[in-house]
């Protein structure tokens, strides 16, 4: 990952999608999600409201998940003082609304217990997918987690 963000920075057209093994990995940080942004909720709306010519069904808005996550791990570059990322799975997303009825206790439990003892454990072969926007590409997300058991 410390590669991966000094080519970033060094060059223009350098990787913007990566599979990244984490060297140690830390924490799994989860906090209640602050809800869409205006921008966001801008987007929603259009999408919500924008005519199609071969559907009549009414379109549901996105809602906003009740967590957000970030990792927190070091990488294999011995100098790496260590990355937080937040995660932009759409698994996350979809845990979270399958375990809607929980209290936000339970839920983050669940999520930590998923997210961090199960795809993270350490019979597992962890990497994570992460990706940068084109208006800020220094900063890299986690959109995925890859957990095949270890060999």
């Known amino acids: 990952m410390c590669q991966l963000n000094q080519q970033v920075r060094e060059q223009p057209d350098a990787p913007s999608l990566a599979l990244i093994k984490p060297a140690r ?3 799994l940080e989860v906090v209640p999600h602050p809800g869409w942004s205006s921008s966001d909720q801008q987007k929603i709306d259009a999408y ?3 005519f199609d010519l ?6 549901t808005p996105l809602e906003a998940p009740r967590f957000k996550a970030t990792y927190r791990y070091r990488c294999h570059d011995s100098r ?6 937040g995660v932009l799975d759409w698994e996350l997303v979809t845990f979270q609304r399958r375990l809607r009825h929980h209290t936000d206790n339970d839920l983050r439990r669940a999520i930590i217990d998923k997210f961090l003892h ?3 454990a350490p019979t597992r072969d962890t990497a994570f997918y992460v990706g940068n926007q084109a208006k800020r590409v220094t900063a890299f997300s986690i959109l995925g987690v890859y957990w095949p058991p270890k060999s």
């Not at 071969?54 to 379109?59: E, W």
């Not at 790496?80 to 990322?85: D, E, K, P, S």
């Open 48 to 50: 919500v409201n924008q």
């Open 54 to 59: 071969l559907n009549d069904r009414k379109r």
């Open 80 to 85: 790496c003082r260590g990355h937080q990322q």
């Open 25 to 27: 990995l830390e924490d």
């Open 118 to 120: 199960e795809l993270c």
